[in-house]
């Protein structure tokens, strides 16, 4: 008898067939392509509408939703005069907010034209999953409230055809991942074409005459375009179609490669861009962490070429108007490339015109104490090519400034020119449809279009607040328990065996929520420290807690596995599986409901790594309350009676003797404050004091953790100073890029001149009183330069029984009398305001129109 045997048909092509959508529906095609529809419910609202349950089976895409109905089902809603009519309205809706001036309107002219904002990874919805954790949610919210408020930013970045991974767990719970490719053509992307329909191409020169080319997807959001570089065309070879092939899923010469495609093919993309659309060129570039970093050189290279600029006349100019934003408090988080390969890419039959490698190779070089000659540092380059810097909250720039200080030698750690700007998160994106209703009924519209009001939180009633909490932690465990069951059935258990799951977790328990990415310092794994009193807390009949946990670790990271690992064994004890559960395949999806459900959002990580850590802020905005570390937005924003902070032994050098200690605080807090306040109830059965814990949250935190406020920042702070920066470098033939380079060159190569040679005091006798004035009088050599070149000023502050100076302000001495052989004498007054060990120094400081900061050329002389 002939054995049969079954073969599986693979198709040999594949590709999507869109939609023809009857005309009375055509306007649906603009609402499911603008990303609008991700955080405005009422278009979403409108395509659930066309079928409830078609909606739920392609995860809630209005794009996949158009592509899944029939024909038959599509002409009877063409058919439905009361569903073309909302359509019709839904529409008209789009377009008044594509067309109505936002609050960059009111800024005039000085604001720029249009800002590059370069980002390795965009969270913008789970429909286009192009980011891995953080960085990408938060460039998603930068696009989104910058179109809410009418900024005019372009988004670049690159087009991964697996994104990052999708994460499942295998029967012994050890992180899996899965890459499905992504159709590029089913997603709510465009591509930019030519005049003539073809795809409009970009291209690279790699090592070995080799040629990089890429096409240009572009995704709509809102009134934000996102242009996304894909490597995946017929003109590359098999290696170069895969270097946009996975997010973060390569090291060395692979990540290299991306880097370059994103900075300097970004570029060209955006002169592309422009070229076919006619939408202005920027005027700010802005790096997103300094994996776009190579954009600097190739605009220098269009400086170069364009302008017939030199290479530091080019620098200048390119500097004056690009803004760097560093994510990163430890130097093992920076990409770094050997000088070799920058050399390989940059060098030899690679080297840009009037852009010499070893010019190059300076911008990145660890030129420093503690710095590796040998590596190519990326978020140095950053620093170097941009003029305009900053960290993502306020104690993460002071971490920042202390991290990069060997650039500016010389200058104090709270002198270095990093700025802060604190992360915000986008409100109508992460606050639950249930919340936002609740704000409209009692407060207002305003509060969440455009903060307004969260100080009239009192205004909603108790029961209101705890019936809707209710609500959110009700869906959080059914999406849990739904979630749960997919990934048992996935790890190899059978139906029969998972009835356990419908008791998982309890809409009435206090619900504690973790979910992040799983590098070492966030530490995952610190409420393990002592499992007999976890469970205890868990399983305590008064006062139970309840654990939802999420998150992935890096395909790499073994140790990030294994801490997930540690975590689902603990999860699938009989004993506690009821009360803590682990999620796999952590995404925005996920996060909708896992936020908004949590009563409380637990944070601890190594304190300062945490840059600035947003989850928590999307927690608060939907009444949830922090436990976490002082560390990031936390440190700053924590007042003491929004939430609690755990206790950090900070300078216990035993890394696992602070765990214990840590974890210890964690345990005494959820048991001694945080569920003996959720289970105090009044003679209504509420929890008043939580309650009014929950409003003190919404009311002092809700207008600082907008992304509207964030952005609003840096457009004040950063991007309007660079576009007036950038225009004055380039007016006039680039007039002002030319003096400055000139200057800077002759300066450096006279700083040596520069001496502070005497300084005299007059004003105070032997018991100097608060008020009491001191004349200063400083005398200089500045060897070749004027007395314009320099700023000479005053130091003054606190001073230890060593004399070393803490500094707390500055005066500015001003130029009196000029001598022979290039000495001055400048003077001033300093005020004596303080009481104490009291000291001053007089230092020199270059000085020029051009410069963002004194400290920008790291040089200075101290007496």
């Avoid at 034209?113 to 954790?133: C, D, K, N, W």
């Avoid at 953080?134 to 697996?162: C, N, Q, R």
């Avoid at 937005?633 to 300078?651: C, H, K, L, V």
């Avoid at 964030?710 to 950038?726: F, I, K, R």
Wanted: charged share 25%; aromatic share 8%.
């Amino acid at each position: 008898m002939r054995s049969l045997r079954c073969e599986i048909v693979r198709a040999i092509r594949r590709f999507t067939v869109r939609t023809v959508l009857p005309a009375a529906l055509a306007p649906l095609g603009e609402l499911a392509s603008n990303l609008r529809w991700s955080w405005h419910k009422p278009t979403r609202d409108l395509f659930e509408s066309m079928d409830p349950a078609a909606w739920a089976a392609v995860h809630r895409e209005p794009g996949a939703l158009l592509g899944a109905l029939s024909t038959e089902r599509l002409e009877e809603l063409a058919g439905d005069g009361a569903f073309v009519q909302r359509v019709e309205a839904a529409a008209a809706d789009l377009a008044e907010y594509l067309r109505r001036p936002g609050w960059y309107a009111e800024l005039g002219e000085g604001a720029p034209r249009a800002v590059a904002y370069f980002s390795m990874e965009f969270g913008i919805t789970g429909a286009l999953p192009q980011y891995s954790g953080g960085l990408g949610i938060l460039a998603g919210d930068h696009l989104k409230s910058a179109s809410d408020l009418g900024v005019p930013i372009v988004g670049v970045g690159l087009f991964y055809a697996t994104g990052y991974f999708k994460q499942s767990l295998s029967r012994d719970g050890w992180q899996q991942e899965t890459y499905p490719v992504l159709d590029p053509d089913g997603l709510p992307l465009a591509l930019l074409r030519e005049a003539d329909g073809t795809p409009a191409r970009i291209t690279v020169d790699l090592p070995g005459g080799r040629t990089l080319a890429a096409r240009i997807w572009k995704a709509q959001v809102g009134r934000v375009p996102l242009l996304l570089l894909d490597s995946d065309v017929e003109d590359n070879d098999d290696a170069a179609r895969g270097i946009t092939d996975r997010l973060y899923g390569g090291g060395g010469e692979h990540r290299l490669q991306q880097e370059l495609l994103c900075g300097v093919g970004g570029v060209r993309a955006l002169r592309a861009w422009s070229r076919l659309t006619g939408a202005p060129e920027p005027e700010v570039f802005h790096m997103n962490e300094g994996h776009a970093g190579f954009l600097g050189i190739e605009r220098v290279r269009e400086q170069v070429a364009g302008n017939g600029l030199t290479f530091d006349e080019a620098l200048e100019a390119v500097r004056a108007s690009t803004v760097f934003t560093t994510h990163t408090p430890v130097p093992a988080g920076i990409d770094r490339f050997g000088r070799d390969q920058i050399e390989l890419y940059f060098g030899g039959g690679n080297e840009l015109p009037g852009v010499p490698v070893q010019r190059v190779l300076a911008l990145g070089a660890e030129d420093f104490p503690g710095g590796d000659p040998h590596v190519f540092n990326m978020a140095v380059m950053g620093l170097r090519m941009a003029q305009r810097a900053n960290g993502v909250s306020q104690l993460h720039g002071a971490v920042s400034r202390g991290m990069f200080q060997g650039l500016w030698r010389g200058f104090d750690a709270p002198e270095v020119p990093i700025a802060s700007i604190t992360n915000g998160v986008h409100a109508p994106t992460w606050v639950a449809p249930e919340v936002v209703a609740m704000g409209r009924q009692y407060i207002g519209p305003q509060l969440l279009r455009s903060g307004e009001g969260f100080e009239k939180v009192d205004q909603v009633p108790d029961e209101e607040v705890w019936r809707t909490r209710r609500v959110l932690r009700a869906r959080l465990v059914a999406d849990a328990r739904t979630r749960l069951k997919r990934s048992w059935l996935q790890r190899g258990a059978s139906e029969a065996q998972l009835g356990w799951i419908k008791d998982v977790l309890d809409p009435d328990v206090l619900t504690i929520g973790f979910a992040r990415r799983v590098p070492t310092y966030k530490r995952l794994t610190l409420m393990l420290r002592d499992p007999d009193r976890l469970k205890q807390l868990l399983l305590d009949p008064e006062r139970p807690v309840q654990l939802v946990i999420a998150g992935k670790s890096h395909p790499a990271d073994e140790t990030g596995k294994r801490l997930i690992q540690q975590m689902v064994r603990f999860t699938d004890d009989p004993a506690v599986r009821h009360r803590i559960v682990f999620l796999p395949n952590y995404d925005i999806t996920m996060a909708l409901t896992l936020y908004p459900g949590c009563d409380v959002w637990l944070n601890n990580p190594l304190r300062p790594f945490e840059a600035c850590g947003t989850s928590g802020m999307k927690a608060a905005l939907n009444g949830g309350l922090n436990l976490s570390i002082l560390d990031g937005w936390w440190d700053e924003w924590f007042d003491g009676a929004n939430g609690w902070a755990i206790p950090t032994a900070d300078g216990v050098d035993d890394p696992d003797h602070r765990d214990d200690i840590e974890a210890a605080a964690l345990y005494d807090l959820v048991e001694n404050s945080v569920a003996a306040r959720f289970y105090d109830r009044d003679e209504r059965g509420l929890p008043a004091r939580w309650i009014e814990m929950v409003r003190h949250t919404l009311a002092s935190l809700g207008p600082k953790v907008l992304a509207n406020r964030m952005v609003q920042d840096y457009v004040q702070q950063l991007y309007v100073p660079a576009a007036t920066s950038g225009r004055a470098a380039l007016a006039s033939g680039a007039a002002a890029a030319k003096d400055l380079a000139a200057w800077k060159g002759q300066l450096r190569t006279r700083w040596s001149g520069v001496h502070v040679d005497h300084v005299e005091s007059t004003g105070v006798g032997d018991s100097p009183q608060v008020g009491d004035v001191v004349d200063v009088r400083a005398f200089v050599s500045l060897g070749e330069l004027g007395a314009d070149d320099v700023a000479v000023e005053v130091v003054h502050g606190r001073v230890s029984e060593s004399d070393e100076l803490t500094a707390a302000g500055v005066v500015p001495l001003v130029h009196a009398e000029a001598y022979e052989g290039g000495r001055h004498r400048f003077e001033g007054r300093l005020v004596l305001r303080q009481t104490g060990p009291f000291g001053y120094t007089v230092r020199i400081l270059p000085r020029h129109a051009g410069l963002a900061s004194p400290a920008e050329l790291g040089l200075v002389v101290n007496a």
